[in-house]
């Protein structure tokens, strides 16, 4: 299935734009995603120099024009008059063969799919579940079905998520997931289980001790999902092109790691790829009294990247880490998670899952509209606070250098290296 993503704000100024000026095509910049035979184009911000373009315009008659600009990756048309509310769309593959277009997608508040004219899409997964299943079945999903609504609760659970990072939070926000009838997940982290791993996550047990997380998570989902649903295990570092590819097959991201050159990962391919993203993490530091315990749980939309809406707490040395192979076996082989935290308390863990997992949910019932922050804290007296930072404004309002790159897809990888190796040196 070939698509077109695009962040709803560039979208909404798309209209804008055709409104302004009716006659003939306007032009936007894509980047490019390929996965297992299909083929995506992804917006990039208009003025964006990623060098491939998307020819937008209305048209009475739903027919693609006869002549393709040498620069030009697709077409849009926009029907009006008696075509109006119906769409058309193709692709030119790398080989200059054209292929329809058969899918546009919204990326942001709903989280919408739009079945383009070319042909039938097939009703979505959820839906068939739902309308197709057992009364038992659909008797255990109707009090979130009730309280999200039937419509947002089938794209909710149709959409595929990548969980980087499956320990303490992880696990439990796939558990979550999974049990509340979401279909696809990915599962990405490198560790093996570890006996100092069972206290705090609900998804392992003694046995589990020198499996692959990914694979004792995803055992322990199929065994207690109603529906267990389909899972992709990638037992390696977001770093590796494999994780890469997997991430980028999915349509929303979910950091639940443990240091920031992962964290950093993540945030470039949501950017790269327009992919929303939800970072959880969770600190426990100090001692008595004077401890202090916490979490930052932000979900990030298209428009902004995690190092402009909170940043890193060392993002010079997460940048030192992705710079090469070496470099992040360097860090693992020093890591040692008693430097950097007192523990972890798996009630703040399921604190943090809980604020994560409700984003998501009115994320996708179009509650949530921009990118958001909760900080959450909980002071000595065991009281607990919750805060939404803004994020620290631009003052030469200028996009950082990983927004330049919002969009370009694999054209925006080289661009990476680059800066990798600028900010490594």
């Known amino acids: 299935m070939n698509s077109l993503t695009v962040p709803l704000p560039v979208f909404r100024r798309y209209l804008r734009d055709l409104q302004q000026h009716p006659p003939g095509s306007l032009r936007y910049p894509v980047g490019i995603s390929h996965r297992s035979g299909q083929f995506e184009l992804i917006a990039a911000s208009p003025g964006s120099q990623v060098g491939r373009l998307l020819l937008l315009s209305w048209y009475h008659s739903l027919v693609l024009p006869p002549f393709f600009p040498p620069d030009c990756a697709g077409v849009l048309l926009l029907g009006e008059g008696q075509q109006h ?3 058309l769309g193709a692709v030119r593959l790398p080989s200059q063969d054209l292929e329809p277009l058969h899918q546009l997608r919204l990326v942001g508040p709903g989280m919408h799919a739009i079945g383009l004219q070319q042909e039938l899409l097939p ?3 959820a ?13 255990r999903w109707s009090r979130t079905i009730g309280a999200l609504g039937q419509e947002a609760w089938q794209r909710l659970v149709g959409l595929r998520y990548a969980l980087i990072g499956v320990g303490r939070a992880g696990s439990s926000l796939a558990l979550a997931l999974a049990r509340m009838g979401v279909t696809q997940l ?3 982290d490198p560790d093996r289980v570890e006996s100092h791993n069972l206290g ?16 004792a998570v ?3 989902l199929a065994s207690g999902a109603a529906v267990p649903p389909e899972v992709v295990t990638v037992p390696e570092s977001i770093t590796h092109l494999h994780a890469l590819r997997a991430a980028q097959a999915c349509d929303l991201l979910i950091s639940c790691v443990d240091h920031d050159g992962a964290r950093l990962a993540a945030a470039v391919i949501a950017a790269l790829f327009c992919k929303p993203l939800l970072d959880i993490a969770t600190g ?4 008595g009294r004077g401890r202090r315990l916490g979490a930052d749980v932000r979900l990030v939309l298209p428009g902004q990247c995690l190092l402009c809406f909170g940043g890193l707490r060392d993002e010079a040395r997460a940048w030192q880490m992705l710079a090469s192979t070496e470099a992040e076996r360097a860090f693992y082989a020093r890591q040692d998670w008693r430097r950097e935290r007192a523990g972890s308390l798996a009630s703040l863990n399921q604190c943090a899952v809980g604020v994560g997992v409700r984003l998501l949910e009115d994320l996708i019932a179009e509650r949530v509209q921009e990118s958001t922050w909760a900080h959450l804290a909980f002071d000595a007296s ?18 950082c250098s990983l927004c330049e790159l919002a969009g370009w897809g694999e054209d925006g990888l080289p661009r990476v290296v680059d800066l990798l190796d600028a900010r490594s040196t």
């Open 85 to 87: 509310g119906h769409a």
């Open 123 to 125: 009703e979505p997964l």
């Open 127 to 139: 839906r068939t579940m739902v309308e197709g299943s057992s009364e038992e079945s659909v008797a």
């Open 186 to 188: 990915t599962l990405i």
């Open 200 to 215: 705090e996550t609900p998804a392992l047990t003694g046995a589990d001790i020198g499996q692959l997380k990914v694979e």
């Open 218 to 220: 995803a055992v322990s």
């Open 284 to 287: 426990v530091h100090g001692q």
């Open 382 to 399: 065991g009281r607990l606070t919750v805060s939404y930072p803004t994020g620290s404004p631009r003052l030469d309002r200028s996009p």
